[in-house]
């Protein structure tokens, strides 16, 4: 059975790119990128600590309601796949799930999952995401970038968390770490700020904000304030 699996993850797995081997500490920043998902949404999540990051995955099989499921989670390495965890996935009754994914307990690499029935070789719901070590003085930047925007940053408004920006490119936001890009008075975060209009903010006296307009119509606001 667990062959099976393996060789039903390994189908997923063949649009990821592959990551070396290393251990994603607990407590140390790394990111999840390369996220893509199938009939379900993604996130980067939280634990109970910083540093713990998670795949935050929903989604809805309401011809499952009430019923249960089986979530894979298997590792590619070379050309092989191995199973990593797998445990029942409940249902609710309007058919609605939601899964989280300890990215913190994995090792560094490409990782797939696989929502599927507890009988049955169907996929209900799949995707795939690679967990990297971020080391935020080990990148070499690729521009130079103000003193004004590097430093700590912190929410204000309503908006929870401490940023912090570095020179090479890279943040930390609440301890996890990311990426970003700047074009004049625009900055595109990757990682944990994608989430918020994705990644797409925009620099001013001070101040990083986020604004946008969700496709329901709901306004939408975060800011931090420098330090």
Request: glycine share 12%.
């Amino acid at each position: 059975m667990r062959n099976f699996r393996a060789s039903l993850l390994g189908a997923v797995l063949l649009s990821a790119l592959a990551a070396p081997p290393a251990f994603a500490s607990v407590g140390q920043p790394f990111t999840l990128s390369h996220i893509r998902c199938k009939n379900a949404t993604c996130s980067v999540g939280q634990g109970y600590q910083p540093g713990l990051s998670t795949l935050e995955v929903a989604g809805a099989l309401p011809a499952y309601a009430g019923y249960s499921v089986r979530l894979i989670i298997a590792r590619k390495s070379g050309s092989s796949v191995a199973v990593v965890d797998e445990r029942t996935l409940g249902i609710f009754s309007d058919g609605h799930f939601t899964a989280s994914i300890p990215a913190y307990n994995y090792t560094d690499g490409t990782y797939a999952f696989a929502i599927v029935p507890k009988q049955s070789k169907d996929v209900l719901a799949a995707g795939v995401f690679v967990i990297g070590g971020a080391e935020p003085n080990s990148v070499v930047p690729k521009h130079s970038v103000s003193t004004a925007l590097t430093g700590e940053w912190l929410g204000i408004a309503g908006t929870y968390g401490r940023l912090r920006i570095y020179s090479n490119g890279t943040y930390l936001f609440n301890e996890l770490a990311g990426r970003y890009e700047t074009s004049g008075n625009s900055i595109v975060f990757s990682g944990p700020l994608a989430v918020w209009n994705r990644g797409r903010a925009t620099i001013g006296n001070r101040t990083i904000e986020f604004y946008w307009t969700t496709p329901e119509g709901a306004k939408q606001y975060f800011v931090f304030e420098k330090v």
